[in-house]
């Protein structure tokens, strides 16, 4: 299933000293995971931001492991050629370095991921050396985590202050000295995530974090305005679904309830021959 992929973790890397950009988004299911992959990105998160755009929590805290094993199943059956890349989701990775490659080893196992990516910086690090250890490939997440969000005090930008900004810093060191093989950097300055970028060997991939990143990754929900409600400030929309949506429901309720679908050409013949014979 996975051994015939183009986009290796070896390949991200050299992405970095070609000075080629990496691209990346999310997806939960076959389909949009096939879009994308045709389209040629470079690596499909199955983010645990599932939780928010498909499962309709309101945060990524209440997502689980069969959650993300069931979702990344479905995104590695579309991605052809395209890295995939499963969240570890809240808890299974923070309680203890056995849990963490233990929850690490299942979602590679049971999706056919090449890759798992968990937040934070160095209070984790025990966490992403044991599973690196392992054999597996590890994304970090710094900046705006959003497991966090209660501890941060919310959705807001991070590393604005010295303090936060170095601590950002070193995290990313100490991620790369561990084994990461790339680093998501969430809401965080342009300059921070430049100075990072310059600072480090492995790729970065922002989402709010500037263009000196060496990648981007958006939510595809957002990319493609399936809301339209609140977009977040870094969020471009690229097309905005949700009307289109809406108005494709609503001629199909209005065809339905007078009677316009199904029409001839979506209906199946049977013989009056038969239908005679019928009582
Ligand atoms: O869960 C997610 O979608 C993410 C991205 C925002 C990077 O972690």
């Given at each position: 299933m996975s051994g015939n992929r183009q986009i290796t973790t070896t390949v991200i890397q050299q992405r970095k000293i070609e000075g080629k950009t990496i691209t990346m988004l999310t997806a939960y299911d076959f389909s949009m995971a096939k879009f994308l992959n045709d389209a040629g990105i470079d690596m499909l998160l199955v983010g645990d931001s599932l939780g928010n755009?498909?499962?309709?929590?309101?945060?990524?805290?209440?997502?689980t492991m069969e959650d993300m094993i069931h979702h990344g199943k479905a995104v590695c059956r579309g991605a052809k050629q395209a890295m995939v890349v499963v969240d570890m989701p809240f808890m299974s990775y923070q309680v203890s370095t056995e849990q963490a490659v233990t929850n690490a080893g299942r979602i590679m196992k049971e999706t056919g991921a090449q890759a798992v990516k968990l937040e934070g910086g160095r209070e984790i690090v025990s966490a992403v050396k044991a599973i690196v250890n392992a054999g597996i490939p590890v994304v970090g997440h710094l900046g705006l985590t959003p497991q966090s969000v209660h501890s941060l005090g919310g959705f807001k930008v991070q590393g604005k202050e010295e303090k936060s900004a170095q601590k950002l810093l070193d995290d990313a060191k100490i991620l790369e000295e561990n084994g990461a093989f790339a680093v998501v950097l969430e809401c965080v300055p342009a300059l921070l995530a430049q100075k990072v970028t310059q600072a480090i060997g492995i790729p970065t991939i922002g989402i709010g974090a500037?263009?000196?990143?060496?990648g981007q990754v958006l939510v595809t929900n957002d990319l493609l305005g399936l809301y339209p409600g609140f977009s977040p400030k870094f969020a471009k929309r690229y097309a905005n679904l949700h009307v289109q949506v809406a108005q494709a429901v609503a001629e199909y309720k209005k065809e339905v309830e007078t009677r316009v679908f199904p029409s001839v050409e979506h209906s199946f013949k049977i013989s009056d021959e038969v239908l005679e014979k019928l009582y």
């Open positions: 755009v498909v499962l309709g929590y309101d945060s990524t805290l209440p997502v500037g263009v000196h990143c060496d």
